[in-house]
DNA sequence: CCATGTGAACAAATTCACAGCA
DNA sequence: TGCTGTGAATTTGTTCACATGG
């Protein structure tokens, strides 16, 4: 398989933000948009769109503009985002336990399919679907899961050992939680939320104007 | 009160990299050290570590590298978190109560002092140590409790709406967890996490490798 | 025609390499 | 000497403006 030229996670994640602003269209029965229309609808910059969308295909029509159906579907499948997805959390306490529900409801096509936790107190507890099962059988957990990605939302001091875990475990990609510095498995794509340095950026701007 | 010249968000997450990093060796009893020792610890770039903290000050000594204590000090007051960050969440579904248990620890000076929704049913009831009050009283919750960073996890649908409601409360900063496009007012600095544009990165790098 | 696709201009961010000071 | 602080070089990302083609 041909590995495209890289894409920046800039791009990525603006090509989410196209396909949400489609579906909106989509629904709102617009069969065709152009880049600029689009663009003043959601505050996105015309230019940049048509150089986002240029690197993966020539989608448009000259003198016309995007297919919204059509565009929905090359963004859905371009993000891989037409097969099943399934999780596996990593973590079950108070985030772990919010994300299993959370994300369960309209996230479509990914679909918590398993939780554990090191706590005997909650194994075989349920959360949503989904029964906690114990740390130790992650890898049987993935397995029989068939998990692609991990969410790991364990505390700080945990987060290296159960990301190598996880990744012993053969899953593919992993969210991260936890507020730590991991060292990452390179083919392991990794990102990386933390509340905390978001919560540290506003309170900058409160210091200071 | 001097307006600085602009600090990228870059440049300020990574601050707060740099603080923890810090913290850590200050809890192993490290009383200084170099940016490119601390760049090899922490995985980071001594280089950008020295440009990064030149825009705030020298805090360095030449010849020697960084005190630790100092530079904790420093960047935690750069960043404002010598003061208490009371916070109000708007929205207890899933998402909101699971933070409003996990921000609650450890996560000083930042601390969930109340949070409203707007579902009868949930009026009055506790979660952690703050209760539920009515969406309508959002202004009036704001003002008891000093909030100053609201916390928006609502329905993406409802997204806007509470949006702006904090922001006529008299919010100073909102950290939004609803996957919408936001139009945000200029005065009130404003952070989206984006739980689903997150997954649908990681599930690009699973599509195509 | 008119909106896409695109090279060239511009801007932002990072890295390099070294001058200068403790 | 050895590290910080810093201009210059490089890389990365965005915007502009127009040639191209349906």
Redesign the pocket.
Known sequence: MSRSPDV?T??LNRLSLYLRSLRHLQEQGVRRI???ELAARFHL????I??D??QFG?????????EVDRLCLRLSELLGLENERPLVIVGMGNLGRALARYLHFNTSPFRVAAGVDNDPDKIGKRVGTVVIRPSSELARVVRESRAEIGILTVPAAAAQENYDALVAAGISAILNFAPARLRVAAEVPTKTVDLRIHLEELSYYLARG
Request: no cysteine; charged share 15%; glycine share 14%.
């Open positions: 920046s800039l791009t152009s880049s600029q910059s015309a230019a940049q048509r150089k969308l240029v020539e989608f448009g029509i000259r003198g016309v503009g995007y």
